[in-house]
């Protein structure tokens, strides 16, 4: 697999999880508070880095940085305060 290949793909992975984690950080944070969404966000994170990680079998962490948290944090930011708005 070519490495553009597997950088959408990483991205979209990473992507998919950050408006996962986004849309239910409302209901976490009105249950649990603020702690437990940054917790549970960086467990789903760690989980998706082990997943490219056996998967692309990636392991550069600047590659990851740019093809995964970043598309994840940023996600996961937009779709939250497009929950918390709606």
Do not use: C
Request: aromatic share 16%.
């Amino acid at each position: 697999m070519s490495d553009y290949n597997e950088k959408i793909i990483s991205s979209l992975m990473h992507t998919g999880g950050g408006v996962g984690i986004g849309y239910v950080s409302r209901d976490i944070v009105a249950g649990y508070g603020g702690s437990m969404v940054a917790f549970a966000g960086a467990v789903l994170l760690i989980l998706m880095n082990q997943v490219v990680k056996f998967g692309l079998k990636k392991n550069d962490f600047s590659w990851w940085m740019g093809n995964g948290i970043w598309p994840y944090l940023s996600t996961w930011y937009m779709v939250w305060v497009i929950v918390i708005n709606v």
